[in-house]
C-alpha cells in the first residue's frame, strides 16, 4: 500500500536554487495539498488543488509554485531557495475537497537551504 | 478564516497516567474536527475524527475525544498513558461548507511519557 510518496526525504539547496519537491498518490483522491512544519508554528499551507489542472493559493504561498497534471501527482517548485524555505514539507491528499474526511500524508522532505 | 487553538506545547505524564490534551476551535458554526499523531520523522496520521453523531468519539491506541458544542473544544484524551504514546499531536478543523477546501491546524503538543 504506497498511499501518498514524497521524493527526497532529504535535501540541501543552496541560496538561489531551484528544485522541485514530488508527490504522487495512487489513492484517486481529488484533493491534494502542501504544507510545511516549522517548530512551534504547526502545519502551514502552501498550495492546494482541488483536482487536476486546477489549483490554489494556502496561508504561504510566496516562492512555491504548483501544478497538477494529474490527478495523482502534485509537485512543488521552489523557484529560487531562500534560507526561510528551510522546513519539512508534508504532501497530503483526501478522497474529496469537502473536508469532512482524513487527509492522507507522506513521510515528508526535509530541506535545508544553506 | 478558523483557528485552532492548543494548550500546552509540551505536555508530561507518568506512565499509566491520564493524557489530557486541549484543542479549542473558534468558529462560531462547529466545523468538523480531527486530531492527528506524529512520530519522529514520520507523517502526520490520523487518530480519530468527529463529523456528525455521538460527541464522544473513539480512535485508534485507545485514545478518545469529546466535542463540546458549548465550549468550543475537542479535547484528547487516553486513560492510561503507554511509553509508546510519546509523540506531537495535532487537532486540525475544516469547514462544513461546500466551498471549505482546506484543514486548519493548531500548533501541536508534543507528549512525553515519564517511566
Known amino acids: 500500500n504506497a498511499g501518498v510518496t514524497q521524493t527526497p526525504k532529504f535535501q540541501v539547496l543552496k541560496t538561489g536554487q531551484s528544485m522541485t519537491l514530488q508527490c504522487a498518490q495512487d489513492?484517486?483522491?481529488?484533493?491534494m495539498s502542501w504544507y510545511r512544519q516549522d517548530p512551534g508554528m504547526g502545519l502551514r499551507l502552501i498550495h492546494y488543488?482541488?483536482?487536476?489542472?486546477?489549483?490554489d493559493q494556502g496561508e504561504v504561498p510566496n516562492g512555491y509554485n504548483v501544478s497538477r497534471s494529474t490527478t495523482e501527482d502534485f509537485p512543488l517548485r521552489l523557484l529560487s531557495a531562500a534560507p526561510s524555505q528551510t522546513s519539512v514539507y508534508f504532501c497530503?491528499?483526501?478522497?474529496?475537497?469537502?473536508?469532512?474526511?482524513?487527509?492522507?500524508f507522506g513521510q515528508g522532505t526535509r530541506l535545508t537551504v544553506v | 478564516a478558523q483557528s485552532v487553538t492548543q494548550l500546552g506545547s509540551h505536555v508530561s505524564v507518568s506512565e499509566g497516567a491520564l493524557v489530557l490534551l486541549r484543542c479549542n476551535y473558534s468558529?462560531?458554526?462547529?466545523?468538523?474536527l480531527f486530531w492527528y499523531v506524529q512520530y519522529p520523522n514520520q507523517g502526520l496520521q490520523l487518530l480519530l475524527k468527529?463529523?456528525?453523531?455521538?460527541?464522544l468519539v473513539k480512535g485508534i491506541n485507545g485514545f478518545e475525544a469529546e466535542f463540546k458544542k458549548s465550549e468550543t473544544s475537542f479535547h484528547l484524551t487516553k486513560p492510561s498513558a503507554h511509553m509508546s504514546d510519546a509523540a506531537e499531536y495535532f487537532c486540525?478543523?475544516?469547514?462544513?461548507?461546500?466551498?471549505?477546501?482546506?484543514?486548519?491546524f493548531g500548533t501541536g503538543t508534543s507528549l512525553t511519557v515519564i517511566p
Open positions: 468527529y463529523t456528525t453523531g455521538a460527541t
Open positions: 468558529s462560531s458554526v462547529p466545523p468538523y
Open positions: 486540525a478543523v475544516s469547514d462544513r461548507s461546500n466551498t471549505g477546501n482546506q484543514f486548519y
Open positions: 489513492m484517486n483522491h481529488e484533493y
Open positions: 497530503a491528499s483526501s478522497p474529496r475537497p469537502l473536508m469532512n474526511t482524513e487527509a492522507f
Open positions: 488543488s482541488v483536482g487536476a489542472g486546477i489549483t
